[in-house]
């Protein structure tokens, strides 16, 4: 059921999720400094094209905070907006439910990636 979840969610706009972490990533990426942050955004746009099964489990420090002080300036909430949108758009129908729910995940994600962790659902 989760490989079909996530074939359907490609199509629905998984795709056009994980484009937008990789732009971020090769932004990032153009300087030294940003590679960490754009190692990150490549981690979670991988996760934009397999998120069913998976929870974000929020973790960190200061560290962290700051990062993502740093990221929401920058990127954070270009990424959070886009994941926003398409999710309300996504909810309009109760097929749609689902994937609108992932996206409000990467919204969540957007706005704070620096101490979250990704791991496997224990749901059925």
């Not at 490989?3 to 706009?13: A, E, R, S, V, Y």
């Not at 994980?18 to 960490?36: F, N, Q, S």
């Not at 999710?87 to 706005?111: H, M, Y």
Request: aromatic letters at 12%; charged letters at 10%.
């Amino acid at each position: 059921m989760r490989l079909l979840g996530n074939i359907i969610w490609i199509i629905c706009g998984g795709l056009l999720s994980a484009l937008g972490w990789a732009l971020a990533g090769v932004l990032w990426c153009i300087t030294i400094i940003g590679i960490p942050v754009g190692l990150q955004c490549f981690k979670l746009g991988g996760l934009a094209l397999d998120p069913f099964g998976k929870e974000v489990i929020y973790e960190g420090g200061a560290g962290s905070f700051i990062l993502n002080v740093i990221w929401f300036i920058f990127s954070g909430l270009e990424i959070a907006i886009l994941n926003l949108g398409l999710g309300l758009l996504l909810c309009i129908t109760i097929v749609g439910i689902p994937f609108g729910k992932q996206f409000f995940k990467f919204a969540g994600l957007a706005l704070r990636p620096f101490g979250a962790r990704v791991e496997k659902a224990n749901h059925l």
